[in-house]
């Protein structure tokens, strides 16, 4: 019988992925699906459900079973990288999944093809596209970053450190504003464009900007490193660092690769952002420590509970952003803030000393004065100042006064 057969399934053993499964795979109608038995299937969270395409001939028994057997290591020997690569990423998912994160890793060449004798197998994951829009940056980021690797070796970056310029105190800096303004320090951000609202200043001088915002009295600023959705660059980073603007630098991109941080630094960022939607504890500890190692603050970004309550158990974290923003609906709503900050994990917050960033979509005084009386100590601040003509005069429409005095 020559066609293909697909059918859904959800395996459920716990344990990292081996394809040996494919040397002896046995595969019986149920119903008007097939479905597979077999002792070692890839592990897969019970959220996930992969389909299986068989193009090939199908050898069927009487009872309707189908038999595929013994494939030799030759056969398989030019898949085998694009299997392990493959496996890892589904191991990565899998401990993601298990932390409540729904943004998934991208598969680095899409499912591998297998062969098995005169069978071929795609695993199809869920059609292999990001289901959102913070999917479909990871995926790009994924793609850019081992490009960038490629040219730039970490042992290179490790050496252009040296001249870097020295790493400023981020967090400090937030605490000074604060004390001096009696006001949450302001985080402003260079931001030409986004996902959610499009292109947001059409004439953008990145350096120009940044001057406006610490004339204007801003703390510190971030700057959107990532060119694809937000139209930014690291050259942005550098360039206003090399301006000889004082505020410290956060470097706002995706990061999910250590690499990206020793890249950040050398390019003279002061700070860079973790994105707990995104990374799972033990990636959020490892870079955490590299930071520290490099001299920079790491700002963990939150949204929920439950990326709270994963980052509360993470020792030595100083700084915590809660975005208002759903990264994967654009939905914006202040009173996350205010949510995440109540009962004990605010106590815990207090208790530690560490400072909460409140983070997108505020706009005017009583929207600061809202997040300020919720527990943050700073904020980060986008679209409402960097869309005024003079992004200096937008900080004083925004806290109500003039905080540069
Ligand atoms: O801003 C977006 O559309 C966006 C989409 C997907 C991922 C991240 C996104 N933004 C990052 C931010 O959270 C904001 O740039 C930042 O908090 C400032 O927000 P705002 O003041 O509302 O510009």
């Not at 600023?221 to 990532?226: E, K, T």
Request: with cysteine.
């Amino acid at each position: 019988m020559e066609g293909l057969v697909s059918f859904q399934a959800v395996p459920s053993v716990s344990r990292i992925p081996k394809f040996s499964f494919l040397r002896s795979l046995d595969l019986r109608r149920g119903g008007n699906s097939l479905s597979f038995a077999s002792s070692s299937l890839p592990s897969l969270s019970s959220s996930s459900s992969f389909s299986f395409s068989i193009r090939a001939q199908q050898m069927e028994s009487k009872d309707g079973s189908a038999t595929v057997a013994a494939v030799s290591e030759s056969e398989t020997e030019p898949n085998d990288l694009k299997i392990k690569e493959w496996e890892v990423g589904m191991f990565h998912n899998e401990v993601a999944a298990s932390q409540g994160i729904r943004i998934r890793r991208r598969p680095p060449t899409g499912p591998p093809l297998h062969y098995v004798g005169p069978f071929e197998f795609r695993l199809q994951n869920e059609g292999n596209t990001p289901r959102n829009i913070l999917e479909e940056i990871i995926w790009n980021k994924d793609v850019e970053v081992s490009q960038l690797k490629e040219r730039k070796p970490l042992g290179a970056l490790k050496k252009a450190l040296e001249n870097a310029p020295p790493a400023r105190d981020f967090v400090g800096a937030l605490k000074a504003a604060y004390l001096r303004t009696g006001l949450p320090g302001l985080i402003a951000e260079v931001k030409k464009a986004s996902p959610s609202r499009g292109v947001i200043r059409e004439n953008f001088d990145p350096v120009e900007i940044a001057r406006a915002y610490e004339k204007g009295g801003a703390a510190c600023l971030s700057v959107l490193a990532d060119e694809k959705y937000f139209q930014g660059s690291f050259e942005n980073i550098e360039a206003i660092r090399n301006a000889g603007v004082k505020c410290p630098l956060l470097c706002k991109e995706f990061i999910i690769d250590a690499w990206q941080i020793y890249y950040a630094r050398t390019k003279g960022a002061d700070a860079i952002l973790l994105i707990a939607a995104v990374l799972p504890d033990l990636d959020i500890k490892y870079m955490a420590k590299i930071c520290k190692l490099l001299g920079l603050a790491a700002l963990v970004e939150v949204h929920d509970e439950r990326e709270m309550d994963r980052v509360l158990e993470i020792e030595g974290i100083e700084l915590i952003g809660i975005n208002n923003r759903n990264l994967e609906t654009f939905e914006v709503d202040t009173s996350n803030t205010k949510r995440l900050l109540e009962g004990k994990r605010g106590e815990l917050i207090r208790e530690r000393g560490i400072t909460v960033v409140g983070e997108s979509g505020l706009f005017t005084p009583d929207d600061i004065a809202y997040v300020q009386e919720a527990g943050v100590k700073a904020v980060l601040v986008g679209e409402s100042i960097v869309k005024q003509e003079d992004p200096g005069k937008g900080i004083a429409q925004l806290f109500g006064k003039d905080i540069s005095l």
